[in-house]
């Protein structure tokens, strides 16, 4: 690159050189052909001489025209002291006009040079910021397209799709020693469509955390089981998802990501081994979303394996459910909430209810049981809720078309329930975060059933005091 900078450079320098020398002979050899007894022009009224160095000036600058007109009056006074006779006299006028002529010139060329100087460093730099642009741009097209592309394939929402597994998976009889038969395509194709993955395998573990060594489904043609690799080993220790970003080293045996299957007992039901997936799915997020569908995917087997006995155990689903939506908080932080109702009337329980169930979504969970008073508790668990959400949740309840009119409606405020209440009911609300265990939970519902709401009346409301 220098190299060929330097020889474009010389060639512009020899062009100068030569368009120098040619003009500045050119205009003497023209006069000679025109009056051989006067080539210099000394005797017309234009000086015609001064068109070299002021042309070679304006096009080469000051050094190239000056170069120009010393050498013509060099000539002219080499003839002057010879006594040539085209030189009668030495022009001292023309001589000092065509430096001064010379020199303005090349001062004005000078000056649109470093214009153009400037122009042109002006176009490379906005020349160099539009390229950076334009790669910019392409990735961002890339990103995009990719984007729309996974968003068009989600034909349905993940609280959707676990609700169509969990349908799948508990419709399906108990199979004693192999928990996975019959289910292993629908985990895979899950975990395809919401991680970007192309290649993997699922497997069975044992109670003892040691893997089977047949695949109990696969997708796409994945490589033969290697039980030795560091990852698989790490993922059955931890419980967690890992990733070749786990070790700094290089992984062997085409390993990416391993997805343990792991119920919120800390059982591990099975492992997928991923061997090939999207670069760009290749991240924390996408990783952390696997995990969470792989809790979500252990507890329903846990429910499969043992014949569906959590349905008939109600409170014993519920605390199930419970542990893995405060496990989701605090491992991939994500928001649920908790509303419970106390009611004394069985009219408003009815239709309170009747407008619960109207209002409650498919991974919702409710649990109704009396109190030492033998009031109805209505309990429930909004899984993937926020602030936000709960409140748009108890909007849409409607309760003053239920409770009195002049019933008070709370709203939320810091580190205060939520809180409807009047002498018949009380609704309380507040968002789970990663500072709850399920058994502090427990312990506030507890201490919510033994406070006596029936002391309170119409128009005389206020907060219970309790803390969210």
């Not at 080469?60 to 013509?72: C, E, K, N, T």
């Not at 955390?209 to 994945?222: D, E, F, Q, T, V």
């Not at 039980?227 to 992984?251: C, Y």
Request: a negative charge; aromatic letters at 8%; proline letters at 4%.
């Amino acid at each position: 690159m220098k190299l060929t900078l330097a020889a474009s450079r010389l060639l512009v320098l020899k062009t100068a050189w030569l368009e120098t020398l040619v003009l500045t002979g050119i205009l003497p050899a023209v006069g000679y052909e025109v009056n051989a007894a006067d080539p210099f022009y000394l005797n017309n009224r234009f000086p015609w001489l001064m068109l070299a160095p002021l042309l070679i000036s304006l096009r080469y600058g000051f050094i190239f025209g000056m170069s120009s007109a010393v050498s013509l009056i060099s000539v002219l006074a080499l003839g002057r002291y010879l006594d040539w006779p085209i030189v009668p006299v030495f022009p001292v006028e023309r001589a000092v006009g065509m430096i001064l002529i010379t020199m303005i010139a090349a001062e004005f060329q000078d000056i649109s040079r470093q214009k153009l100087q400037q122009l042109q460093h002006k176009y490379h730099y906005l020349k160099l910021r539009m390229d950076e642009f334009s790669r910019t741009y392409h990735v961002l097209k890339g990103s995009h397209s990719l984007l729309e592309q996974q968003a068009g394939n989600h034909k349905k929402s993940m609280r959707n799709v676990l609700l169509d597994l969990q349908r799948q998976v508990l419709s399906l009889a108990k199979n004693d020693g192999e928990p996975l038969s019959g289910i292993g395509d629908p985990i895979l194709n899950l975990f395809s469509e919401y991680g970007s993955i192309l290649t993997a395998s699922l497997y069975a573990v044992s109670e003892d955390r040691k893997i089977n060594s047949h695949p109990a489904a696969c997708l796409g043609k994945p490589p033969a089981l290697w039980p030795a690799n560091r990852l698989i080993k790490e993922a059955l220790k931890t419980g967690h998802v890992t990733s070749i970003q786990t070790f700094d080293e290089e992984m062997e045996h085409e390993i990416l990501v391993v997805i343990p299957l792991i119920d919120v007992f800390q059982r591990i039901w099975g492992v997928v081994i991923v061997n090939e997936m999207s670069m760009f799915a290749l991240q924390k997020n996408t990783l952390d979303l696997l995990s969470l569908l792989g809790g979500h995917i252990g507890d329903l087997i846990k429910r499969r394996a043992g014949g569906n006995l959590l349905d008939q155990d109600v409170e014993l689903e519920f605390e199930c459910e419970l542990r893995r939506t405060l496990e989701e908080v605090r491992s991939f932080e994500v928001a649920a909430a908790m509303v419970v109702s106390i009611v004394n009337s069985e009219a408003l329980y009815d239709a309170l209810m009747s407008i619960f169930r109207a209002e409650c979504r498919g991974l919702d969970k409710v649990l109704t049981f009396r109190d030492n008073l033998g009031r109805q508790v209505i309990i429930q668990l909004l899984p993937l809720t926020d602030e936000n959400g709960l409140k748009g949740f108890l909007s849409r309840l409607n309760l003053r078309d239920v409770l009195d009119k002049k019933t008070s409606l709370t709203s939320f405020e810091e580190d205060k329930a939520f809180q409807i209440l009047d002498s018949n009911v009380a609704i309380y609300s507040w968002i789970l975060s990663d500072k709850h265990s399920p058994e502090k939970v427990l312990s506030k519902i507890e201490q919510l059933c033994q406070h006596d709401i029936s002391i309170h009346r119409n128009g005389d409301y206020s907060h219970a005091g309790f803390p969210a």
